[in-house]
């Protein structure tokens, strides 16, 4: 089945630790995103790829880092410069954008900063 | 700049309607979104309207866009307890924009 799938589903880490957070999809999709979710604030993007070996800055990209080697992968690494990056983080992929196309979303990760 | 607006909270009992708002500010979104997030999952897309439609139906959803207003709503016919879920509206122009999410509880 195609689709977008993300792991670990639950992430502990202790503080000044880097984390890399997986996302891959089968969807044949150019397009991949990484989406910050915090309670009441919807969802905000951190990186997006619009194809292999090329990414772009998001409104909150400070303290993160992404890589897109492969058009399937795009994994994103919270950094120990991140002041606070407990949260719920979305990866989602699109054909290129050509309006009215959905993004298509995996499961989340959720991080625990201990 | 951009932004969307949603109340964050509404509660309905079964088989009512519920109606959720939303506001935004990009007059050149060219289409809106409905996105729907069950508990401790992804968004999955309900539904979208283009930005030169008034209206749009789907079974028990119904979509009313006010563009003089930029105003966005979502209608959900005889709402049922599995309609629980946090309701993301988003408007695509350069980018997808999402407002903050309206929590949508039913009571039976």
């Known amino acids: ?114 | 700049g951009e932004d969307v607006e949603q109340s964050l909270f509404l509660s309905v009992r079964e088989g009512d309607s519920s109606v959720i708002n939303c506001t935004y500010t990009d007059s050149s979104s060219t289409y809106l979104y409905w996105y729907k997030q069950e508990p401790g999952a992804g968004l999955q897309l309900l539904t979208y309207i283009f930005s030169n439609m008034d209206m749009k139906q789907d079974q028990r959803l119904t979509v009313l866009l006010n563009k003089k207003d930029k105003h966005l709503s979502l209608r959900i016919a005889d709402t049922q307890t599995g309609d629980s879920a946090i309701y993301f509206c988003a408007e695509m122009g350069g980018k997808l924009i999402f407002g903050q999410g309206t929590e949508l509880s039913v009571k039976p």
């Not at chain 1, 799938?5 to 995103?33: I, W």
């Not at chain 1, 990484?34 to 309670?39: H, I, M, S």
């Not at chain 1, 196309?101 to 625990?112: H, M, S, V």
Request: charged share 20%; aromatic share 12%; hydrophobic share 30%.
């Open chain 1, 1 to 114: 089945d195609g689709g977008i799938t993300q792991s670990p589903k639950y992430l502990f880490r202790k503080e000044g630790q880097n984390v890399t957070l997986s996302c891959e999809q089968n969807l044949n999709h150019d397009a991949m995103y990484w989406y910050r979710q915090d309670p009441g604030q919807g969802l905000r993007l951190i990186y997006y790829s619009q194809i292999v070996n090329d990414f772009q800055k998001g409104d909150i990209a400070e303290g993160y880092s992404v890589s897109r080697e492969k058009k399937e992968s795009f994994p994103l690494t919270v950094t120990s410069a991140q002041k606070n990056p407990t949260a719920f983080y979305l990866c989602a992929s699109s054909a290129p954008p050509r309006g009215g196309d959905e993004q298509f979303f995996g499961p989340g990760t959720r991080l625990t900063v201990l």
